[in-house]
């Protein structure tokens, strides 16, 4: 029988990393995002994960940039609210369906199980560490500016990371 793990969002963060102007890294997150695992045991060798974020989450502290983000020129926040990951296999890697923009593509992400333990009430958790990367054209994140001296406002490239902290239901 399977067991059900649900994410512990205090304890849990989704990062991303993307080069601006071809100089520098702008780091940002997502704050409003759920997660589950369904797994057969505690080895959560071919356990199956969910996860929904909400797009207009989005931060990178500054609030102009947030807004570009969430407009029609990326992820037009307004007609889809919402990025999705599925995944039947939990390993060393999880491979998955990631969707953005309407987009679905297959991602793989490099996984590192941190172990389970119980919270001082009596919750027993499971901790993830993930990472890797996508190309934003792959989803429709089109949006880019020539620069002067030669390369591109924002990379092709994104870096993704999480730290998820899963509580097991009873």
């Not at 929904?52 to 992820?75: G, Q, V």
């Not at 609210?81 to 991602?107: D, M, Q, R, W, Y």
């Not at 919270?119 to 002067?148: C, H, M, Q, V, Y």
């Amino acid at each position: 029988m399977a067991t059900k793990w649900t994410l512990d969002p205090a304890h849990s963060e989704l990062t991303f990393k993307v080069k601006h102007m071809m100089i520098s890294n702008i780091k940002g997150n997502f704050t409003d995002f759920t997660a589950e695992i369904d797994a057969e045991d505690d080895t959560f060798a071919n356990a199956k994960t969910t996860a929904t974020i909400k797009t207009d989450s989005i931060s990178t502290y500054n609030t102009d940039r947030d807004n570009h983000l969430k407009s029609a020129e990326f992820f037009n926040a307004e007609a889809n609210p919402t990025i999705t990951f599925e995944s039947s296999a939990l390993n060393n890697e999880v491979t998955g369906n990631l969707t953005i923009n309407g987009i679905t593509k297959p991602v793989t992400l490099d996984v590192d199980f941190n172990g389970i333990n119980v919270d001082p009430w009596g919750n027993t958790k499971a901790g993830f560490s993930f990472e890797g990367k996508i190309n934003r054209k792959d989803f429709g994140l089109n949006w880019n500016a020539a620069l002067e001296a030669g390369g591109v406002m924002v990379s092709e490239e994104v870096k993704i990371a999480g730290e998820l902290q899963f509580v097991k239901q009873a």
